[in-house]
């Protein structure tokens, strides 16, 4: 194990939490929260330049500084962080053989490996935020796995890796350089902190306490009538999922440019307006994924996702309108998100004391976009690598959510996936609501152009 120091050397100036960090440190801290850390896992099948592949993975984690974060062994609530730089014979990757009968008992045990890799908390001040390994099966077959401390690493910072990663293999391989230096962490954060004014703040505050104020009062409740846990008979929920294939997102996505409105704004607010008109709410609120890196930092990696409510009004009345409204509820929601996790519980115990009640999150949206085709299997010719090759094992996901949408979205084509908790949202609800937003992505993208 690295000889990492368990406090800040004086030297080492503190780096500032991003507003989503301190969010997600409270809530691990106070929440109880299940730990999982961000996780990958390629399979690679063909002749395999090991060194290669290691340069470059040695490569992404030297230049991007938010991996080379540290905090004090027993962080408190409110922890500096500092940055260690990788040493020059520092291993980042660790190598292993493994002595398999087969195939199949190989990626049953990368799949074991990545598991428990996926669930073990950072040991503050003990060891990186991150654990990478390559391991071989033969000279045809190996797998690389890296998890990554939630804390620094958000679904943006997955996408780089994946990317940046497999570019770098091919630049090594050819014998050309590979970049040295990232944008910096550390210098997004302190941009971050340093740009809300107190006005903005006393605006972001209100636009919260007015949200929260409607998730307190307008409860989902499961089909007996009682209000989600409080207990009751289980009901199986499930997961639905479609596809919009390339044609289909390109012309959707040209119908959306016509009306100023982001692939992924559509979705949410063809969601929203199917939702209200299958359960007949004039008004819906939910909770949402947002990304706060603005243009110049897309490239940083670190911890800039966290969860923020919106509220739809008129939410079953003209599609159009309701899109209109949902885009931008995003981008004031986005504008006000960079609130402190201490606001942000105040302002939450401010609206459960006045309403009575907890704040919902019967709803909960969460969106990805990814430059390039999507591309689960990508085929170089001399290696055939497979991206979410390994699942996980003996791990349960417990979705607290009614209804749970997740969006990504690449050049190529657009996945959804529908979760329901079969309580408050059974599958034919579901099912319905789904293909509500199949039907409108298809006759939208029907459309002539204009």
Not at 139 to 164: K, P, W, Y
């Amino acid at each position: 194990m690295p000889d990492l120091t368990p406090t800040r050397p004086a030297s080492s100036a503190p780096v500032p939490f991003t507003h989503e960090q301190d969010w997600f440190h409270t809530k691990t801290r106070t929440d109880a929260w299940a730990h999982k850390n961000v996780r990958l896992g390629f399979e690679i099948l063909g002749d395999l330049d090991t060194d290669a592949l290691l340069t470059a993975v040695r490569a992404f984690v030297t230049r991007h500084d938010a991996l080379h974060l540290q905090l004090p062994p027993e962080p408190g609530p409110h922890p500096e962080q500092w940055l260690r730089p990788i040493g020059a014979t520092e291993q980042v990757v660790a190598c292993q053989q493994v002595a398999a009968v087969s195939p199949e008992q190989f990626n049953r045990y990368v799949s074991a490996i990545l598991s428990r890799d996926c669930v073990t908390p950072w040991r503050y001040g003990e060891q990186r935020p991150f654990a990478i390994r390559l391991l071989r099966y033969d000279a045809g077959r190996h797998a690389l796995l890296a998890t990554f401390q939630n804390l620094v690493f958000d679904g943006r910072a997955h996408h780089l890796f994946a990317h940046e990663v497999w570019r770098d293999y091919e630049s090594v391989r050819r014998g050309d350089p590979v970049p040295v230096r990232a944008p910096s962490f550390a210098e997004a954060a302190a941009r971050q902190r340093a740009g809300t004014t107190p006005a903005q703040r006393e605006r972001a505050l209100a636009d919260w306490r007015e949200r929260l104020g409607f998730l307190a009062r307008t409860r989902w409740v499961r089909a007996d009538g009682a209000k989600a846990g409080d207990g009751g008979p289980a009901a199986e929920g499930g997961m639905l999922r479609a596809e919009l294939d390339g044609p289909t997102t390109a012309a959707l996505r040209h119908t959306c440019e016509r009306a100023r409105l982001g692939l992924l704004q559509w979705t949410v607010g063809s969601f929203v307006h199917a939702l209200a008109s299958r359960t007949g709410r004039t008004e819906v609120g939910l909770w949402t994924s947002m990304d706060s890196r603005p243009p110049r930092d897309r490239d940083v990696v670190g911890m800039f996702a966290a969860s923020c409510p919106l509220v739809v009004t008129d939410a079953d009345g003209d599609p159009d309108a309701v899109r209109g409204r949902v885009r931008a509820g995003l981008l004031n929601a986005l504008k006000h998100q960079r609130l402190t996790a201490a606001e942000i519980t105040a302002v939450t115990r401010e609206a459960e004391a006045q309403h009575g009640a907890p704040v919902g999150r019967d709803v909960y949206v969460n969106l990805r976009r990814f430059e390039g085709d999507h591309a689960g299997v990508r085929d170089t010719g001399a290696l055939r690598i497979t991206a979410d090759a390994y699942e996980l094992r003996r791990i349960a996901v417990t979705d607290l959510h009614a209804l749970h949408l997740r969006c990504t979205e690449y050049r190529d084509r657009l996945l959804i996936d529908l979760r329901f908790d079969g309580l408050r949202v059974d599958r034919p609800a579901a099912r319905a609501i789904l293909d509500d937003v199949l039907a409108a992505a298809a006759a939208q993208a029907a459309e002539p152009a204009g």
